[in-house]
């Protein structure tokens, strides 16, 4: 059960993207939130009626065509569970809450984490938010194997 193991499954993800979405213009936001807590920043900050919570205890529900990749609201989430994702030129991009020192700049190469914590690969920094512009926590996208994308969700500076 997700409290007890504090992370989620495979067959507890949401549903996912269409591939057609991944590989627009456009990232799209794929929200991992399970537990119904009073949290609602993700739905006040979207300005695109794309996340759907009918009651502030309900998790947060995604229409991924509605989504324009705005990062509104992965932005202001406390609980580091959204994450962008996109497809281009067959490469996948990650993009996440950074919460370490030192801070990451693009061109850093990283380590890559999957929900468990175990390492999953290497991964290359494209862009990096400096964390003054966004309440002392950073946003990074990262370029990683496209098929890594449903996978990396933590990384660190090798
Ligand atoms: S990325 Fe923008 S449009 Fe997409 S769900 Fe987040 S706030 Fe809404
Ligand atoms: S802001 Fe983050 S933690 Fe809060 S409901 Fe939205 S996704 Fe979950």
Known sequence: MYLERGYLEDDELPPKPSDERLRSKRPVAY??????????????SCRFDAIEMKNINDPPKMDYEKC?????????????????LQIKDDKGYVTLQY???????????????????EEIGKGVVT???????NDNTQLVTVEVEKDLI?????????
Do not use: H
């Open 68 to 84: 324009t990749g705005c990062m509104a609201c992965i932005r202001v989430c406390p609980g580091l569970a959204i994450f962008m």
């Open 127 to 133: 862009w990096a938010l400096k964390p003054e512009r």
């Open 31 to 44: 929200i991992e939130c399970p537990q119904p807590i009073p949290c609602s920043p993700c739905y006040e």
């Open 150 to 158: 449903f996978e990396v969700r933590a990384v660190r500076k090798r």
């Open 99 to 117: 919460e370490f020192l030192p801070w990451l700049e693009k061109g850093d190469e990283v380590r890559l984490f999957n929900r468990k914590g």
